[in-house]
């Protein structure tokens, strides 16, 4: 399972992110863990990414959180 979530305002990136944006962001985590509920893989775990910058893999410049799960998650990802 992958799932985006992302908000209506705009944001580059986390980076970009300032104390005006904590309750955004706070909401995008607990949207994150909402959605993973609903998707029936909160149980089991799950794992959320904000890629910030380019050597993280940013490639879309509005923030947006990736929700993972479903299937055992190692590390590295990949």
Known sequence: ???????REHIASLKEAAS????LLGHLLTSAAKIASD???AEDGFRT???TG???GQTVFHIHL???GGRGL???PG
């Open 49 to 51: 990414v904000i890629n």
């Open 39 to 41: 998707l029936g893989i």
């Open 66 to 68: 990736h929700v993972l």
């Open 20 to 23: 005006v944006h904590n309750e």
């Open 54 to 56: 380019a050597n993280a």
């Open 74 to 76: 190692a590390w590295p």
């Open 1 to 7: 399972t992958h799932v985006l979530v992302i908000p």
